[in-house]
């Protein structure tokens, strides 16, 4: 697996156009893309910060990852995950993964925000963090 940058860190928040205020009046940055992804019941703001994304993640169903996280998190958001690009593609990432024991959440891609095919690995086998693989925009 070639990993060629990270694509995105996600961050959960509790109130997505309270977040956006913090992200555009605080530190200068502009959303440029907001998103509902229905399967994963959230709602996504998009940030640029030269080559890596900023993705806000607010739950649409309290069911949902997000929400969850939330909760756990006593009623705070907070780094949910981290996302890197894979030249070689998703499915081939995945299956490199699990030949080295790593255990997935997602055993093939899926579409995920931006229109990017991902994959999730299971933060007991990558040293507590929740790790998304992408597709290589650039590819």
């Known amino acids: ?16 156009e309270e977040a956006i205020k913090y992200y555009e009046n605080v530190l200068g940055l502009k959303c ?8 994963q019941k959230v709602t996504t703001a998009f940030f640029k910060v030269g080559d890596t994304k900023i993705e806000l993640l607010e739950a649409t169903s309290p069911d949902s990852t997000i929400a969850k996280f939330i909760e756990k998190n006593g009623g705070r958001g907070g780094m949910h995950h981290m996302a890197f690009a894979v030249e070689d593609g998703v499915a081939e990432a995945l299956a490199e ?14 579409k995920g925000a931006d229109g990017l095919n991902i994959a999730f690995l299971h933060p007991k086998s990558t040293e507590a963090v929740l790790t998304e693989l992408c597709e290589d925009p650039n590819k």
């Open 1 to 16: 697996m070639k990993i060629s940058h990270i694509e995105h860190i996600g961050i959960a928040v509790p109130n997505l």
């Open 32 to 39: 440029y893309k907001q998103e509902v992804v229905a399967d």
């Open 97 to 110: 993964v699990q030949e080295k024991g790593v255990k997935v959440i997602d055993k093939a891609p899926r």
